[in-house]
Nanobody, 117 residues
Framework: QVQLVESGGGLVQPGGSLRLSCAASTGIIRFYTMSWYRQAPGKQRELVASTATTSNPNYADSVKGRFTISRDNAKNTIYLQMNSLKPEDTAVYYC???????????WGQGIQVTVSS
């Protein structure tokens, strides 16, 4: 069974940076659309960024120009570089792998990111 494990979260001051990692237990990232979602307290889970195998990355308007999603197929890992962090970026961040056509969707356990002074 494929597993996704997130790391790199934590507490950071406004304006700071963090890099999240999502390591897959198999080489699925070569074939799947890989995405980062987040869920703040009392809010619905929202798409932050995604990277498909054959298209450019896609970002939520709220993070464009600040966040960058990337993938390292050799390491079976995707990353989310988050710069110029704001308090409203505080949330649990989830990694997701979606198969072509969306038949399979795999979630990581989530990792907390807190932006606060």
């Amino acid at each position: 069974q494929v597993q996704l494990v997130e790391s790199g979260g934590g507490l950071v001051q406004p304006g700071g940076s963090l890099r999240l990692s999502c390591a897959a237990s198999t080489g699925i990232i070569r074939f799947y659309t890989m995405s980062w979602y987040r869920q703040a307290p009392g809010k619905q889970r929202e798409l932050v960024a995604s990277t498909a195998t054959t298209s450019n990355p896609n970002y939520a308007d709220s993070v464009k120009g600040r966040f960058t999603i990337s993938r390292d197929n050799a390491k079976n890992t995707i990353y989310l570089q988050m710069n110029s962090l704001k308090p409203e970026d505080t949330a649990v961040y989830y990694c997701n792998a979606a198969s072509p056509g969306g038949l399979y969707s795999i979630w990581g356990q989530g990792i907390q990111v807190t932006v606060s002074s």
